[in-house]
């Protein structure tokens, strides 16, 4: 009785729900997954059973069927609330910037103290769907990749503790946190100067948030502190890890963001990613560029770089 949504473009170009069960691919005609996610917990509740309804060969059915390859996607969520990303939040990817950039960084944060570290990220604007092409950014010349998996809250979420903190989410998808590298820094701007970093052209250009191709029901996935992630670009392998890299986990994230602003459904946390992106090694997209990202259980998200 499993099943993941999605949206896709019609015809008309409007995105439009849908949902997959093992049966195939069905519009589910009638709401939209933005709704959906708003009033979680009973929508949760009548999607399984339109799953179950699904599984026998009626014309409702078949008529709702689609073509999977025929699909255009478009992000699993068209009007996202707040998006979050974690800094640093990978192991084996502190580790690596450690050695790319000669620099001791901790390894066990929360021993020293040290709480999460979240930026925002611009919302719809940002978002691309599965198998779209992203523009490559004006004023880079150093464009990263990285894979993180991606959390959407489902229940408002205040204080909440690490123990409960799971219970508000709805599902987790796919995402790629693009990055213009160059454009962190300010150059022109001197060291000491609080106004030397630029978060903003950093990580928020038109479509930096590549997202999808589903949100799989947290139900669904047992636990999202053991998931295989992995990034091809032009089939070369270049991030390959598990989330039980994690330094802080989705609960903590979670637990720690709703301690100090309050979680709405619809928000989404990109929840850091591995080692393997392109600051380690100089190494930057180039158009032309395809990026495919594998989450276990959650599919797969392609990208190419235009």
């Not at 999460?116 to 004023?139: E, M, N, S, W």
């Not at 990263?144 to 690490?162: P, R």
Request: proline content about 6%; aromatic content about 8%; glycine content about 8%.
């Amino acid at each position: 009785m499993t099943y993941r949504l999605f949206r896709y473009c019609d015809t008309a170009g409007v995105a439009r729900p849908g949902i997959v069960t093992a049966h195939g691919y069905f519009d589910l005609g009638y709401s939209d997954v933005d709704a959906l996610v708003q009033n979680w917990a009973a929508a949760h509740e009548q999607l399984k059973a339109i799953t179950l309804a699904l599984a026998g060969s009626t014309s409702a059915a078949e008529e709702a069927r689609l073509d999977p390859e025929t699909l255009s996607f478009a992000p699993p969520l068209g009007r996202p609330g707040v998006i979050y990303a974690a800094g640093a939040n990978y192991r084996d990817h502190v580790e690596a910037m450690g050695r790319a950039f000669n620099m001791q960084l901790t390894l066990d944060p929360r021993a020293e103290g040290i709480p999460p570290r979240h930026f925002i990220k611009a919302g719809r604007a940002t978002l691309t769907g599965h198998q779209q092409d992203v523009p490559y950014p004006d004023r880079t010349s150093r464009l990263g990749w990285e894979a993180e998996l991606a959390v959407v809250i489902g229940m408002t979420a205040n204080q909440v503790s690490v123990a409960d903190a799971l219970a508000h989410v709805a599902g987790y998808t796919i995402a790629n946190n693009l990055s213009a590298r160059d454009s962190l820094i300010r150059d022109i701007v001197d060291a000491a100067s609080p106004f030397r970093f630029d978060w903003v052209g950093h990580k928020c250009f038109t479509g930096s948030c590549p997202l999808g191709p589903y949100m799989t029901p947290a139900e669904f996935v047992p636990s999202p502190e053991d998931l295989d992630v992995k990034l091809w670009i032009n089939e070369e392998l270049r991030q390959d890890s598990n989330t039980r890299n994690h330094l802080y986990s989705v609960a903590e994230q979670i637990s720690y963001l709703s301690e100090r602003l309050i979680l709405y459904p619809g928000d989404i946390i990109l929840t850091g990613t591995p080692a393997g992106v392109g600051m380690e090694t100089g190494s930057f997209l180039v158009r032309g560029d395809v990026i495919r990202i594998q989450i276990e259980s959650l599919g797969e998200l392609e990208t190419t770089i235009v």
